[in-house]
């Protein structure tokens, strides 16, 4: 038995064609009973009220969305084979690809592992913590729900330690790269001695047993049945909440029985969980900056026209003068480059988003326009928040309130503008200024 | 409908030419089509005078150039194996193709190469688009071209070689991208050679 395939393999279902190891080897395990081979695409035949339906199933990210698979006349196995289309971007999964999986003693961490966190919880951090852990420990689900600016990783320091101690095989789950991005470097000095792997679209390849993983949603498409406990963070984010796929994939890359904690700032519906530990303040202790309301008249036509509302361009022009960074909200990428003037601007296939952010950060440059991509997991300092178009759709309550979590996060300015520009109150910025005063009540 | 590109659904527009005669469905939104852009640029191929392959093609039509959404395009059709993705320019091809009389031949692949790739591109952009075509030639080099310059490709030997009859008459050849025109050239050179009277090329995209 190959230990190195062994480590690679456990826990993961894998595309034969995409494996980084040889034909001979894979073949080898195969015969020996090492690896088992599961069929890209299934069929599962249903019952319906004329005669019977057949269902395509993707066996990696188990989709069942019928339009997203395609049949066609394949070259390599001679016959009329289906692919599906929704995770086409790790490599084709078809009816005639096999994926592996590790079926023989699973891979196990050597570390001894060290928790080398310095930092203090404030008692309301600690209080959550523990109860966290708790959960944690008698492997019941448990939400977190705490305001942006909590300090929510930190909470999860503790349980991850003692899982790691106890053998157990962690994975912290974020929808988005950035977010996984900015965790990795802070988890490595936290368990110095413990392989970490973070896992998202383009990540290099990264060697041995991982008893700690970072991984996009999206990542976990390729892992079945791997974890003891999940960590989903930023649950509410796009595109986990809407995209059902996604919420499947962590449920198989979890162990049968292992519990699934969320960590959010704004819960939907659909998180349910046996424990619930609520974090209400920042963890400088000072109220969150409640959103105000501006109208802003026919913003669209005029900005339309070329020209920039008088009170948008006056609070521009303030923030400039005062020199405190700024970041303007807008809800279309039309109207975000064709905003007059030249202030930079970013958008999600912006190929410099991480340069302008740091840009901001370190005063080179004054503002930013950009869409609700940059709507959460970013801190500047003393940055001043405006939401141009408020009323649009895009802006459901949960993106405004982590809109709104950008100000006032530092500790010595917890504090800051926040206004939302609007043609018309909606009932959305209603929700979300009243639950931002909720909290500060709290 | 799901547009096959972005995915958003998405109502076809009715046209008086869908109720009446017959026209095909358009499969991706309009948003998406739209950053395909019509190629207008006339291909030149005088560099080929003075070689043996001068007058092999009589002419060259591309459809549309080459830009980021064509090169993403490009990338999820060939390389990520998207066979869907063949029925975004159905339509096009459609019209391309139609009252032009002569036998569709389109540019093929190799065997090995098509059995890695599992479909060959350019017949199924055709066979989307309903057009009935021929394979008369069989590609006998493995390399590729897209690894090699320009002046590499026209001194490489024989491309093709022609597996089937060819008769003295018009013939339409059919590939996915113009980029130096060597492949063309050679695969024109040689249905002259074998007979044919007239030897026009389309292609999907002038790279």
Known sequence: MDKQLQQFLTGRIWLREHIPFPREAIDAHIENGHIHLKPGIEQEQNQALFGQLKKYVCNRCHNTTQHLFHTFH??????????????????RVSSCSELLL????????????????????????????????????????????????????????????????????????????????????????????TTIHALYGGAPDQEGFAELILSTTHQLYRFEKAFDVVFVDEADAFPYYADETLQRAVKKATKQEAAIHYVTATPTKSLQTTNQSVLSRRYHGHDLPVPRFDSLWGY??????????????????????????????????????????DLPRVHAEHPDRKELVMQLREKKISGLLTTTILERGITIENVQVAVVGAEQKIFTSSALIQISGR????????????????????REMDKAQTAIEGWNRS | ????????????????????????????????????????????????????????????????????????????????????????????????????????VPIPMHPEKLIQRTFAQVDELL????????HLL???????????????????????????????????????????????????KLLKDAGATRVEAITLIKG
């Open chain 1, 300 to 341: 669209a036509r005029q900005l339309n026209k070329g020209k920039v509302p008088h009170k948008l361009q006056q609070w521009i022009e303030e923030k400039t003068k005062t020199n405190t960074p700024f970041l303007v909200f807008l809800p279309t990428i039309e109207m975000l480059e064709n905003f007059p003037g």
């Open chain 1, 102 to 193: 590790w079926h023989s003693d699973h891979a196990r961490g050597a570390n001894a592992h060290e928790f080398a966190w310095s930092g203090r919880l404030t008692p309301l951090q600690k209080k959550a913590s523990e109860e966290l852990l708790t959960s944690v420990e008698q492997n019941k689900s448990h939400l977190l729900h705490a305001v942006c600016g909590a300090g929510k990783t930190e909470l999860l320091f503790l349980s991850i330690f003692r899982c790691l101690e106890q053998g157990k095989r962690v994975c912290v789950a974020a929808p988005r790269t950035d977010v996984i991005l900015e965790l990795f470097p802070r988890f490595q000095k936290v368990f110095p001695k």
């Open chain 2, 1 to 104: 409908m799901n547009c096959l590109i972005c995915g958003t659904t998405f109502q076809p527009s009715p046209t008086w030419r869908k109720l009446f005669l017959y026209e095909k469905e358009s499969s991706t939104c309009d948003r998406c089509f739209s950053n395909f852009k019509k190629s207008d640029a006339t291909i030149d191929f005088s560099d080929f005078q003075g070689t043996c392959y001068e007058g092999a093609v009589d002419t060259v039509t591309a459809l549309y150039s080459y830009n980021e959404a064509m090169k993403s395009y490009l990338h999820q059709y060939k390389f990520l194996q998207d066979v869907a993705l063949a029925q975004v320019f159905a339509k096009t091809l459609h019209q391309a193709f139609e009252g032009n009389e002569g036998i569709v």
């Open chain 1, 74 to 91: 394949c070259a390599r196995c001679n016959q009329n084979c289906t692919y599906c289309r929704h995770c086409i971007r790790m490599g």
């Open chain 2, 138 to 188: 069989s590609k006998t080099a493995t390399s590729e071209q897209g690894k090699k310059t320009r002046k590499e490709r026209l001194e490489a030997s024989p491309l093709f070689e022609v597996m089937n009859r060819v008769e003295a008459q018009h013939y339409i050849l059919f590939d996915d991208i113009y980029t130096t025109g060597a492949t063309l050239h050679h695969a024109a």
């Open chain 1, 407 to 426: 100000v006032g996060r530092s500790f010595q300015y917890p504090d800051g503008d926040i206004v939302f520009f609007h043609h018309g109150i909606s």
């Open chain 2, 127 to 134: 066979n989307s688009a309903d057009i009935p075509f021929q």
